[in-house]
């Protein structure tokens, strides 16, 4: 099915990506005399926070995502095609996609991140990522899995497999998910699996630096860890992870773990599409871009949100790779396009810090607000709000905000389905297989 998309006599902005960027992008260009076209692989918003949430049988993955198409209910000026972006020919103007070939006047890059395995070929073949929905569905069905696996299992050593869950990463995603699994152990295994005896599950949090949470406050990274030791999370930090083969997982000091289920969150790379200025990607994957997301070497294509990277001296890696970053790039991109197109001056990108937070569980957060740090269930009824805000839709919102008041006076959560079951390798049986 290979279209070609042929150009009106407006200006056609092409946008790669439906996550927080794009979307603020479009939205803005909504009254302006220009063709705006978004193309994204999926046909929903995905809000990344929660992922976590989906992963440990929180929330329901059609909570946490939006229809693309509703949320440009009305805007004439917008056409949605669902494609995979492969390549562009910068001097031609011209995007190849899985479609067909696309003409632009501007194209932007709103493309995002996805995991970075930094080279491990076998961690990545084995290790579980949880940057979309269908990973974290995976992740779902396989904690699950195991845990139905385990009631059958005798050997102690595939016990230690199934029962021991691993996650890489000290960040908020790491933080956030190991409390999750923490809280799903302390409250629901019991009544769940009465069978199990809780002292075999073990969790475990990996980190390679000195402390977890390494962008936020002293305060936050060390209440962050008594928290998480709390609900009984193996905290492990200046610990380094050598290999995993899908059973072991061998850290550069020596030690080992025995366990099938390693969660990756030990770092993102940028989505980069082929074709594009090759001097321009820096560290991490990213596009290298000025003080109005153009990328270097390029004229009329720029970059914003995770896969772009603004370096100035306040910012010597790029912005943070947070939804605030990419809003506020999409929002100020709409204005600068339309300056440019009118021979106007531009303005240069201005971040504005928000603060960060991360919770990890219940009653139990931190939140950074510049000058203002403070933890515990104020904290946390703080993250709470700031997330359904950031949520796209009033439904997403109320389902949200409903299951989260169940769970909180039922100690439960609803949504522990093994809907599609996951086999880690297509030419392997699974546990649940082998036992069977």
Request: charged share 20%.
């Amino acid at each position: 099915m290979d279209q070609h998309f042929p150009k009106s006599t407006k200006t056609r902005i092409v946008i790669v990506g439906g996550g927080f960027g794009g979307i603020e992008l479009a939205k803005k260009l909504k009254d302006k005399d220009v063709e705006v076209m978004m193309l994204d692989k999926h046909n929903y918003h995905t809000f990344q926070p929660l992922l976590y949430q989906v992963a440990t049988g929180g929330l329901e993955a059609d909570s946490i995502a939006f229809p693309l198409r509703k949320i440009f209910k009305g805007q004439k000026n917008l056409t949605f095609r669902v494609t995979e972006a492969l390549r562009v020919q910068p001097f031609e103007n011209i995007l190849e996609t899985t479609i067909g070939t696309i003409e632009y006047d501007h194209l932007v890059i709103a493309t995002g991140s996805t995991s970075n395995f930094f080279g491990q070929n076998e961690i990545e073949e084995h290790a579980m990522p949880m940057k979309s929905i269908p990973e974290a569905l995976n992740l779902r069905s396989l904690i699950l899995q195991n845990l139905e696996a385990a009631q059958i299992i005798t050997d102690p050593i595939l016990r230690d497999e199934l029962l021991n869950f691993v996650v890489v990463g000290g960040g908020p995603t790491g933080v956030e998910t190991a409390g999750a699994i923490a809280e799903l152990k302390k409250h629901v295994l019991k009544n769940d699996y009465p069978e199990l005896n809780l002292d075999e599950v073990s969790i475990y949090l990996i980190e390679g630096s000195p402390e977890l949470l390494g962008n936020m406050s002293v305060q936050a990274q060390r209440k962050s860890e008594e928290f998480l030791k709390e609900l009984g999370v193996i905290v492990m930090t200046n610990s380094r992870v050598k290999a995993y083969d899908g059973k072991v997982l061998s850290l550069l000091d020596g030690q080992q773990i025995n366990s099938s289920t390693v969660i990756w969150s030990a770092g993102v790379k940028g989505a980069v599409l082929e074709g594009l200025n090759t001097t321009a990607i820096v560290r991490g994957n990213r596009l290298k871009v000025n003080e109005i997301n153009r990328i270097d070497g390029h004229d009329n294509i720029y970059a914003i949100g995770d896969v772009s990277a603004m370096i100035t001296e306040e910012f010597p890696n790029g912005h943070p790779g947070v939804a605030p970053t990419a809003i506020q790039q999409g929002k100020l991109l709409a204005k600068n396009l339309w300056n440019i197109m009118n021979n106007l001056p531009t303005t240069p990108f201005k971040y504005f810090d928000k603060g960060a937070m991360a919770t990890v569980g219940r009653n139990r957060a931190v939140v950074d607000l510049h000058k203002i740090r403070f933890q515990g269930i104020f904290a946390w009824f703080t993250w709470m709000f700031v997330h359904l805000m950031t949520l796209v839709g009033f439904r997403n919102k109320l389902v949200v905000f409903v299951n989260w008041v169940w769970s909180y006076f039922s100690y439960d959560r609803g949504t522990r389905l093994i809907i599609r079951p996951y086999f880690k390798e297509s030419n392997d049986e699974s546990k649940l297989d082998k036992v069977s």
